[in-house]
């Protein structure tokens, strides 16, 4: 089966997400929706290594939710809380996201290429072999990585403006780790969190990433390699200890 086009214009997000997974069903591979508009949930829990969906629009909140394998590309911006839960696969946004981006992102790859709303990486985790990577080209607005519990979350800050600038960076914070290029003033840093400057394995670890974001993204990726890099990460391993009562 070749790549199948479907014309999303007016079509309900619940009769579009049916033909989607009836396409896959049927062992298409390759699946082109234009003129998205708004439709959520699509691709949510689809299953599929060797599928790809390339999006022409704008989709709705929930892109990708507890999706496992397949590789949804977008032209365009996109609403909420794309990769929701993911469990595997990869989401490449060519423009900005807004609030919540891979909530409780569990496995695959994130990459957007601009800016990003409030609460990014909220609650994102890891398990055994599986850790979870959100890179984001642009800036990413207040409590960036809060409850953050495993994975990686990179902000290169390439829209001249800070990566974050906002308050509540890694707030409660208690696992994974918050890379910016440059540094995050201590003000903006949230409760829980702290900042170190990276050592060189940690260094050597994360520059095979920016790469791979330079490259879908065709930026050059000298200057990002040659970068200034900070590390935001628990400052202990219980950050809201205080805040409750034992008996």
């Keep these: 089966m070749g790549a199948v086009h479907i014309n999303a ?16 069903a049927r062992g298409g591979k390759e699946i082109i929706l234009d003129n998205i508009l708004g439709q959520r949930f699509i691709a949510d829990g689809l299953r599929g290594e060797n599928v790809t969906i390339t999006i022409n629009g704008v989709p709705g909140g929930d892109l990708a939710m507890f999706m496992s394998g397949p590789t949804i590309i977008v032209h365009g911006n996109a609403d909420h809380a794309p990769g929701n839960t993911m469990d595997k696969g990869t989401v490449i946004i060519h423009g900005s996201a807004g609030d919540a981006v891979a909530h409780s992102m569990r496995g695959g790859r994130i990459y957007v290429r601009d800016n990003i709303g409030y609460r ?3 609650h994102m985790k890891q398990y055994m072999g599986k850790r979870p990577i959100l890179v984001v080209g642009g ?17 290169l800050g390439l829209n001249d403006a800070a990566p974050v600038s ?3 960076v890694g707030s409660g914070i208690h696992g994974g780790e918050i890379i910016v290029r440059g540094e995050v003033e201590e003000k903006y840093l949230g409760m829980g969190a702290k900042q170190q400057p990276l050592t060189s394995e940690q260094r050597a670890e994360i520059l095979p990433v920016i790469e791979d974001f330079a490259r879908v993204f065709n930026i050059d990726k000298e200057p990002l390699l040659a970068a200034e890099y900070s590390r935001i990460i628990p400052a202990h391993a219980r950050p809201f200890a205080n805040k409750y009562t034992w008996e």
Excluded: C
């Design 120 to 122: 990014g990486g909220i």
């Design 139 to 155: 800036s990413a607005q207040a409590f960036l990585g809060e409850y953050m519990a495993g994975g990686l979350l990179i902000v």
């Design 9 to 24: 214009k007016d079509i309900h997000y619940t009769q579009l997400n049916e033909q989607i997974r009836t396409i896959v």
């Design 166 to 168: 906002e308050r509540g």
